[in-house]
Nanobody
Framework: QVQLVESGGGSVQAGGSLRLSCAVS?????MAWFRQAAGKEREGVAR??????????ADSVKGRFTISRTNAENTLTLSLQMYSLKPEDTTMYYC??????????????????WGQGTQVTVSS
């Protein structure tokens, strides 16, 4: 069983930075961050392969967000460092993981395990 527990998020002014973290227990092969605004579909933000560290990003966040993972003292942590935040980045963010790596990394069906979500609010 894989469990994901998120932390971080909050409110920041446009141009500011935030860091999201997700504590991951269990074995995973790919992990990702998604976001979902009210009434919209969940959008893939970034994905990282647990072992190789290879990454993919949505065009909307390339150059501004960085996904990473660290493994210290048998604790795997998934992170999303967000820079140059814009008001349109405001929404709920979710970490996700699976024991495989889907061909289409940005589709939510490729991930069986999800965090509880954390709110990011960017004011103009």
């Amino acid at each position: 069983q894989v469990q994901l527990v998120e932390s971080g998020g909050g409110s920041v002014q446009a141009g500011g930075s935030l860091r999201l973290s997700c504590a991951v227990s269990g074995i995973t092969y790919c992990m990702a961050w998604f976001r979902q605004a009210a009434g919209k579909e969940r959008e893939g933000v970034a994905r990282i392969a647990t072992r190789s560290g290879s990454t993919f990003y949505a065009d909307s966040v390339k150059g501004r967000f960085t996904i990473s993972r660290t493994n210290a003292e048998n604790t795997l942590t998934l992170s999303l460092q967000m820079y140059s935040l814009k008001p349109e980045d405001t929404t709920m963010y979710y970490c996700a993981a699976d024991r495989g790596c889907a061909v289409n990394w940005a589709e939510e069906y490729g991930y069986r395990y999800w965090g509880q979500g954390t709110q990011v609010t960017v004011s103009s």
